[in-house]
């Protein structure tokens, strides 16, 4: 068994170790004796969409995002389709605003992919800070840290997480991140994939029953150090307490 991730243009969009997502899912398959090799697409590249079956598409200030979908835009349809067919994605935070039709800002209006319909609209006051989540997808919490100003909608899209300690998507604090088909977009940094196993292979249970139609070769890890450090953080956002 092999996957094949792409990581998508990781010289613009890789902010608060972003990039770590990336070499957690392949450790994870490596571990479990599964191939997982990652493709780093830098600006212009030409991407063939059938050749990946997993991408991740990071954080980055304003300017970067919008190269960032300037370069995706030129390539057509190709990464609608590779959403709509089952694709795994993972965005964060940019990535998460660049899915949708577009993010607002004081200074411009930046175009997104429109592979959602969703928005994004900057207000004052950046929503800082720890996270914790509860999510109907996962047994442990979902946690990570989330530092954006844009606030976005999600219309009636499912919610990755209920905010237990945070904001989320808005300054409402109610729900964090989208789930839709096998995409997950997220505000949460960290990066989040080694905080949250689960999370993690759940992306790559995906992927796999996508390329071989099933996931017999995931088999489970010994995750104890990550759950003891999940339910540490966990514990202390309850607390209140800073990391």
Request: proline fraction near 4%; glycine fraction near 16%.
């Amino acid at each position: 068994m092999k996957l094949t991730i792409g990581h998508l243009y990781p010289n613009l969009l890789n902010l608060y170790g972003d990039r770590g997502n990336v070499k957690c899912l392949q450790r994870r398959l490596q571990w479990r004796g599964i191939e997982g090799d990652v493709v780093l697409f830098s600006g212009g590249s030409r991407i063939d969409f059938q050749k990946v079956d997993m991408l991740f598409l990071g954080g980055g200030s304003d300017r970067e995002q919008e190269l960032a979908g300037r370069y995706l835009r030129e390539m057509g349809g190709g990464l609608r389709d590779f959403v709509e067919s089952g694709g795994v994605l993972l965005a964060v935070c940019g990535g998460y605003q660049l899915l949708g039709n577009y993010y607002r800002t004081p200074k411009a209006v930046i175009e997104g992919l429109g592979l959602l319909d969703i928005y994004t609209e900057w207000k004052p006051g950046r929503l800082v800070g720890d996270v914790i989540l509860d999510s109907p997808a996962f047994r442990s919490p979902v946690v990570g840290f989330e530092n954006h100003g844009g606030r976005t909608y999600i219309g009636a899209y499912t919610p990755l997480g209920r905010v237990r300690r945070g904001y989320g998507n808005t300054d409402e604090g109610e729900w964090e991140g989208l789930l839709y088909k096998n995409v997950v977009a997220t505000y949460l940094h960290g990066p989040l994939l080694p905080k949250n196993p689960e999370v993690c292979d759940y992306l790559l249970e995906r992927a796999l029953k996508r390329k071989y139609g099933n996931a017999a070769g995931l088999q489970g890890l010994p995750d104890e150090l990550e759950h003891r450090a999940n339910e540490y953080m966990a514990e202390r956002y309850r607390k209140g307490e800073r990391m």
